[in-house]
Structure formats: structure tokens, C-alpha cells
T-cell receptor, first 110, second 114 residues
Framework: GQQVMQIPQYQHVQEGEDFTTYCNSS?????IQWYKQRPGGHPVFLIQ?????EVKKQKRLTFQFGEAKKNSSLHITATQTTDVGTYFC??????????FGPGTSLSVIP | DGGITQSPKYLFRKEGQNVTLSCEQN?????MYWYRQDPGQGLRLIYY???????QKGDIAEGYSVSREKKESFPLTVTSAQKNPTAFYLC?????????????FGPGTRLTVT
């Protein structure tokens, strides 16, 4: 069946270093959403990408949607301790189906 | 203050007992969802509902049941048939079932069955 994968599963960085998580789908997606879940918390929507090759920025976060609409990435510049959490991508498959990836857990060492 | 509430935050039950998890939203959203989260496995869809009195099975519906008698409420019952019920349960809602709508999540209920 259709799958959405994310790598890496875990990432430990020194505060100030950059961080990137990658999301890959086995099939073409119509859109991609990104969510952040703080430790002990619930997922919170960050952004949605719809167009092929789309790039969006939110302060230190940069989101990309691949040209083939089968992959996406989230890049954080100069990580801070407030960036700690698990980042999920969610791919839009059929009209009403969204598939969540397993997430990338980010730890930031002060 | 709009949002989704889930209660209780922590729930403990003995094996063999059914348990119902509450989910209420005041966002006037049509679609509601239940997910299960286990460590390292992301979010797995249990059930979803697009309108009142209608709901559909997700990827892991076995051992669970739901109802949608009111737009605002979507309770989940974890039955004794669920083999591994201990998990973190998240309820979510979105304006519509369509994939282009962001999902708003509740704070979750952590269920422990012993």
C-alpha cells in the first residue's frame, strides 16, 4: 500500500547547527503538510505545500516540495532548544486520504 | 476559546474492560478523526467521520468503535477485543474531510491497560 517515509528517525544536534528531515512517498502526492509535536504534546500544523517545486519559509524553517511531488524536506537553520520535538510530514493521497509519516525526532543540545 | 478537548489526560484500566475516550470540538468542523500513536510509529488512523451519524474505518479499526451523534462530539471506545490497547490516543478535526484541510489535534489521552 501507499507509504510515507521519513529520515532520519532521530537527530541530535548542537544548538546552532542546522537540521534537515526528509519525507518520501511511494506515490505522487497532491499536497504535503508538516506538523510539529513537542515532547508530551500533540501535533500542531506548521504548513502545507501544494505546487511542484514549491518552497516556503517560516523564519528559520524552510519547506520544500519536490518537483515530482513525491518528496519533501524541512530544513531548520541554526537550531534552538525551542525546536525540540518530532516533525511529521503528512501526504495527501486520494481526495480524502492523508498519510502521516513516522516522524523525525529532533534533540537539541544546548 | 476554540479548540479540541480530550478527557481524561491519563486513563488506567484493567484488561478485559471497555473504555470510552472523550473528544469534543467547538471549531464547527465537519470532519473528526481518531489516531493512535505508539513510540516510533507515527500516527495511525483508527476511525474518521465526515458528518453526523456517519463514520468510516481507518487503517487499524479492529477492537475499536465510535459514534458521531453530534457534530461536536466523537467518542472512541476501546473494547476488550483490542489486543494491545496501551497507547497515546489523539483526536483531531478539520473543516472538511478533504486532504487540503489542516488537522487540529486535541491534547491526547494516554491509556494504560494492565
Amino acid at each position: 500500500g501507499q507509504q510515507v517515509m521519513q529520515i532520519p528517525q532521530y537527530q541530535h544536534v548542537q544548538e546552532g547547527e542546522d537540521f534537515t528531515t526528509y519525507c518520501n512517498s511511494s506515490t505522487t502526492l497532491s499536497n504535503i503538510q508538516w506538523y510539529k509535536q513537542r515532547p508530551g504534546g500533540h501535533p500542531v500544523f506548521l504548513i502545507q505545500l501544494v505546487k511542484s517545486g514549491e518552497v516556503k519559509k517560516q523564519k528559520r524553517l524552510t519547506f520544500q516540495f519536490g518537483e515530482a511531488k513525491k518528496n519533501s524536506s524541512l530544513h531548520i537553520t541554526a537550531t534552538q532548544t525551542t525546536d525540540v520535538g518530532t516533525y511529521f510530514c503528512a501526504g495527501g493521497a486520494s481526495y480524502d486520504k492523508v498519510i502521516f509519516g513516522p516522524g523525525t525526532s529532533l534533540s537539541v543540545i544546548p | 476559546d476554540g479548540g479540541i478537548t480530550q478527557s481524561p489526560k491519563y486513563l488506567f484500566r484493567k484488561e478485559g474492560q471497555n473504555v470510552t475516550l472523550s473528544c469534543e470540538q467547538n471549531l464547527n468542523h465537519d470532519a473528526m478523526y481518531w489516531y493512535r500513536q505508539d513510540p516510533g510509529q507515527g500516527l495511525r488512523l483508527i476511525y474518521y467521520s465526515q458528518i453526523v451519524n456517519d463514520f468510516q474505518k481507518g487503517d487499524i479499526a479492529e477492537g475499536y468503535s465510535v459514534s458521531r451523534e453530534k457534530k461536536e462530539s466523537f467518542p472512541l471506545t476501546v473494547t476488550s477485543a483490542q489486543k494491545n490497547p496501551t497507547a497515546f490516543y489523539l483526536c483531531a478535526s478539520s473543516r472538511d474531510r478533504g486532504q487540503t484541510y489542516e488537522q487540529y489535534f486535541g491534547p491526547g489521552t494516554r491509556l494504560t491497560v494492565t
